[in-house]
């Protein structure tokens, strides 16, 4: 026996997303799992803001399970009772750097890279060109303390990222550049204190397309940024 076939006009069914769809707590958990992630060193700055931007479009679960497909489960990194956050892979993390010196000369510090909780750059007759869009933090909150004497030096964070920025000059000055957008909430925090004497420091808030772009790229974005 054949089967008619169906009339031209009939109606497709509709298509149906499939996965339950997220809620906002659910988004702000997996937000809150990959901050945690990149204090242990399993993303950088930039990996993380990427995955947090996509975290707050995700529109299911199956998205958000995605973001952390990659990542231990939250228990491993929960403390025991009483006792610290256990970070099972701190063994295998390449080691912290705690100061960035120049004497005469200059240096970049840029890539993939650990920064501690406090570094301490130095710029004596020199220069550093400081990026931070790579780097992995050992803390909600680090802490920079960059000086310059008759040098200069460039800091460079993401534009999502809250920037503290203090200090003293004699002589010289500190500059905030780059995009005004307002730093995301529950953003891990750089707090820079700039010390100068007859020396400069400029820190840069770089917009996310700037993320894999050369330092003289992401300035020349960073400007029309302003």
Do not use: C
Request: aromatic share 4%; net charge negative.
């Amino acid at each position: 026996m054949t089967t008619a076939p169906e009339p031209a006009d009939q109606p497709r069914e509709p298509h149906v997303m499939p996965g339950v769809r997220a809620s906002d707590a659910e988004r702000e958990q997996v937000v809150e799992a990959l901050s945690e992630h990149a204090t242990t060193g399993r993303l950088t700055l930039a990996e993380l803001e990427e995955r947090i931007g996509l975290a707050y479009r995700s529109v299911t679960r199956d998205d958000l399970a995605e973001l952390t497909a990659d990542l231990p489960g939250s228990s491993e990194l929960a403390p025991a009772a009483g006792g610290p956050v256990v970070r099972p892979d701190n063994a295998a993390r390449r080691s912290a750097t705690k100061w960035i010196v120049a004497f005469m000369g200059g240096t970049e510090k840029r890539g993939r890279w650990r920064a501690a909780e406090r570094v301490n750059a130095v710029a004596v007759m020199g220069g550093h060109d400081i990026d931070l869009r790579h780097a992995e933090l050992d803390s909600d909150e680090t802490t920079i303390v960059a000086i310059t004497i008759m040098g200069g030096m460039d800091i460079y964070v993401p534009d999502t990222i809250d920037v503290d920025v203090g200090g003293f000059s004699l002589m010289g000055g500190t500059g905030e550049r780059g995009s005004r957008r307002p730093a995301r909430a529950g953003a891990p925090r750089i707090r820079i204190l700039a010390y100068n004497l007859m020396g400069g420091i400029d820190v840069w808030r770089l917009p996310e397309e700037t993320k894999d772009m050369t330092l003289k790229q992401a300035k020349k974005a960073a400007k029309r940024a302003e």
